[in-house]
C-alpha cells in the first residue's frame, strides 16, 4: 500500500479513537457525578434522619428530668408545707400554753395580793402584842427588882452566870457524847482496816547483828588468814573495812562491822579467798574489789525484785539502786528493806480498803525510808533526804509529800501520807521487829511521866505496860468527871505532838473521892 494513503488512514483512525475515548470518558465522568449526587442526598437524608431522632431523644431527656425535678421540688414543698404546718401546731399549742399561764398567774398575783394584806394586817397585830408584852416585861422586872431587892443589872448578871455554867456543862457533855461515838465509830472502822492488813501481810522479822560467823575447814586456815606478821589479815581489814577476829573459837572466822554491806563484801570475799587458797595483799584486794562490783549490781537486781514483787513499774534506775541498797541497812535493829516492804503491802492493802490509789499508796510506803540510805555527808532529816531523793527523780508529788512528811516534817497533803506514817507505826510495833537501848527506854518513860505531869490538876503519873499506858490521877476537888474525859483528850494530843515513841500509847485519868471515918 502506498504510504501516502496509509498516514491519513492513520490519522483518521487514530481521530476516530480520541473522540471514542473522549466521549467515553465524558459519559462515565456524568455517570460519577450523578452517583455521587445520589449518595449525598442519601447521606444528608440520613444525618436528617439521625438529627431528628437525636432530638427527639434529647427531649424525651428533658422532659424526663423537668419531670424528676418537679417531683422532687413537690415532694420538698410538700416537706416544708408538713413543717411550716407542724410549728404552727406547736405555736398554737404554746400560745394555749401561755394564755393558761397568764390566768394562773394572774389567779396567783390575786392570792398574793390577799396574803399580802393578810400579813399586813397580822404583822399589824403582833406590833401591838409585842408592845403590850413589851410593857407588862417592864412592869414584871420593877416587880421582881422591889420584891428580891436587886437590881436589873445584878439579876443580869446572876442569870448570866448560872447560864454560862449550865451551857459549860452541857457542851462538855455533848462533846464528850460526840467524841466518844466518833472515836468508837473510828476505833471500829481502823481496826477492820488495820486487822486485815496486817493478816494479809506476812513479814518476818529478822533483828541484824553487828557481826558475821564464817565457818572454815580446819583451823589451820586460821594461820594463812593471819599472813605472815599479821599481813594479810590487815590489808583484808583495810580493803574492807570490817575488823576479822580470829580467836579460839573452832573452826570459826568472826567478822565485825556496823556496815552490813561492807561486813557481806568481807564474808563473800573471804570466802573465795579460802576456797582458792591464794591469800597475800595484792590478792585480797583484787577480791574484795570484785566481789564489792558483783555486790552492788546484786543491789539493783534486789531492787528490781521487790519492785516486780510489789507490782511497782516505771521507777527511775537511781531509785532502784537505793532501794536494794536497803537490803544492808537497818532501823533500829529492823531491817530496812524488809520494814519497807511490809510498809508497802500495808498502805496498799489500806488504801485499797478506803477507796484511794493502792499503787501509789506502795510507792510511798516502799520509799518512805529512802532517805536512809543516802550518803553520809548529806546532812538533814531521813525523811527530809527522802523527799528531795523522790522529787529528784520525777516521782509523783503525793508519793515524794508521803515520804517527807512521815515524821511530820513537812505538813501531810494526802490521806495517803496518813496512811505511810500508820503502816511505819504498825511494822516497827510489831513484838520483836525493833530494838530500844534501855537508856533510851528510861528517858522515854520519865518524859511520858513529866509531860502527864504538867497539866493543871493532875496528881500523880504512872507510866505502865512498858510505856504503852500512862495512868494519871487526878484531884477530885479540882478536875470533875466531864473534864477528866478533856484531859485525858489533851494529855493525848501533846503526848503526839512532842514525843516519838513505836505503837501508840494509852492514857488513862483517874479520878476518886475517898470519904474516910474512923470508929473510937
Sequence with gaps: MDIYILIPIVVILSGVALYAGWYLNARSGENRIAGAGTRAKKIIEDAERDANAARREKLLEVKDEWYRKKQEFDAEVQSKRSKLQAYEKQLVAREENIDRKLDLLNKKEKEVNQLRRSVDEKSKAVTEKHDELTRLLEEENERLERVSGLSREEAKKILIENMVNEAKREAAQMVKEVRDEAQENARREAQRVIVQAIQRTAADHSVETTVSVLNIQSDEMKGRIIGREGRNIRAFEAATGVDVIVDDTPEAVILSGFDAFRREVARVALERLIADGRIHPARIEEV???????????????????????????????????????????????NLLQHSVEVAYLT???????????????????????????????EGPHALLGYELARKYNEHPLVANAVGSHHEDIPMESPIAALVQAADAISGARPGARRESVEGYVKRLEKLESLAKSFEGVAKTYAIQAGREVRVIVEPDRVDDTFADHLAHDIAERIQQEMEYPGQIKVTVIREVRAVAIAK
Excluded: C, F, P
Excluded at 552492788?296 to 537505793?322: A, C, F, N, P, S
Design 288 to 334: 574484795v574489789e570484785k566481789v564489792r562490783a558483783e555486790l552492788e549490781e546484786e543491789t539493783v537486781r534486789v531492787g528490781e525484785h521487790t519492785l516486780l514483787d510489789l507490782g511497782i513499774y516505771g521507777m527511775h534506775q537511781e531509785l532502784v539502786k537505793h532501794i536494794g541498797k536497803m537490803k544492808y541497812r537497818s532501823s533500829y535493829g529492823q
Design 348 to 378: 496498799g492493802i489500806m488504801a485499797a480498803e478506803l477507796g484511794l490509789d493502792a499503787n501509789l499508796a506502795k510507792r510511798a510506803g516502799l520509799l518512805h525510808d529512802i532517805g536512809k540510805t543516802v550518803d553520809r555527808d548529806m
